[in-house]
């Protein structure tokens, strides 16, 4: 996990992405902060990769597990993912994520 998360901070989503993902499915299924965190890197990476649509599903993942959880972390997280969503807010599939990350945040 935290070789696929450093690739991704390094800009390397292509190497990133299997890693992250195959973190997401060890983790136990009642590891729910864990798999919000992964979850979360997971879309920043598929987001790197401009996989929008599939980014945009995997951060709100992490948004629902985020508020089980009730993790003001991956909610800061999420709020940086909103930002780097910017240049895709036409698609709707973006600003229906984004309005759900801002009422999360708030």
């Known amino acids: 996990m ?3 998360i450093a690739l991704g901070q390094l800009g390397d989503a292509t190497a990133a ?3 992250i993902a195959e973190a997401l499915r060890a983790e136990p299924t009642t590891n ?3 798999r919000a965190f992964h979850s979360f890197w997971l879309a920043r990476t598929q987001l ?3 996989q929008v649509e599939l ?3 995997t951060a709100t993942e992490a948004l629902d597990l985020a508020a089980v959880i009730e993790s003001p972390r991956v909610v800061a997280h999420l709020q940086e993912f909103r930002h780097l969503l910017k240049p895709y807010r036409a ?3 973006v600003a229906t994520l984004a309005d ?3 009422r999360a945040a708030s």
């Open 55 to 57: 980014a945009c599903a």
């Open 32 to 34: 729910l902060r864990g």
């Open 2 to 4: 935290d070789t696929g």
């Open 48 to 50: 790197q990769r401009r």
């Open 91 to 93: 698609n709707a599939s």
């Open 100 to 102: 759900r990350i801002t």
């Open 17 to 19: 992405e299997p890693l």
